[in-house]
């Protein structure tokens, strides 16, 4: 379900760009089913796994409980993401922070992968520990609000320079997908991280470039 939502996210802005329906009030509801399918739905998630670890542990109840909540921190900043993004012209062609469909899909990932046969106990054994699951909420809410541009998958034509990018990242994402089926849901977004910071870097670098060749 969390798969056709991202289909239908992507899905409902084209339709409105091709048919130039857009509107505030579209902007608005979009980031509401938003947060639900991409806050409130990895939040739960987190939740349920963090319960789960800790009740097999044996932690008391109040322990367990307060532990948990730390998954729904993903869902906290998920909405300050959403609204932040709804205020920020500049984000039309490009994200600032990772965008919640991204980060759902690494989280929702997880318990697909922990129920293949054909993971390792040592992943299953990795992904199922408080220190990894709780580093994951942290971390993931703080990429949320952070001031790092990520590219999004806008083509507005389809030349190579223009999409360098991003046909590269979608060359090597079907590409895990085929070698690492679900196991390669993380490694795509992970994949997604570090290009655009590559992506970043180069782009500053060209800049700083063309601004000393101005100067010159």
Not at 64 to 84: D, E, M, N, Q
Not at 158 to 167: A, V
């Amino acid at each position: 379900m969390v798969g056709f939502s991202g289909v239908f996210d992507f899905l409902d802005g084209m339709m409105a760009r091709l048919l130039r329906v857009y509107s505030e009030l579209g902007k608005q509801l979009d980031s509401l089913a938003d947060m639900v399918s991409f806050g409130m739905v990895p939040g739960v998630v987190l939740f349920k796994m963090i319960n789960k670890i800790s009740i097999t542990c044996g932690e008391d109840q109040f322990s367990t409980t307060a532990i948990s909540f730390v998954g729904f921190l993903v869902t906290l900043f998920s909405a300050l993401r959403l609204a932040k993004f709804n205020i920020d012209t500049r984000q039309s062609d490009s994200f600032i922070g990772l965008n919640t469909p991204a980060n759902t899909f690494f989280i929702v990932s997880l318990p697909v992968i922990l129920s293949l046969d054909s993971s390792s106990e040592a992943l299953k054994h990795f992904i199922l520990s408080h220190n990894f699951l709780i580093s994951l909420s942290v971390i993931s809410s703080l990429l949320l609000v952070s001031p790092l541009p990520f590219f999004a998958l806008k083509f507005k034509n389809f030349y190579w320079k223009d999409n360098k990018i991003r046909f590269i990242f979608l060359a090597l994402a079907m590409l895990m997908l085929i070698v690492f089926q679900f196991a390669g849901i993380p490694l795509i977004i992970i994949l997604y991280i570090v290009l655009s910071i590559i992506n970043n870097i180069v782009t500053r670098a060209k800049g700083q470039a063309t601004s000393e060749k101005q100067n010159s």
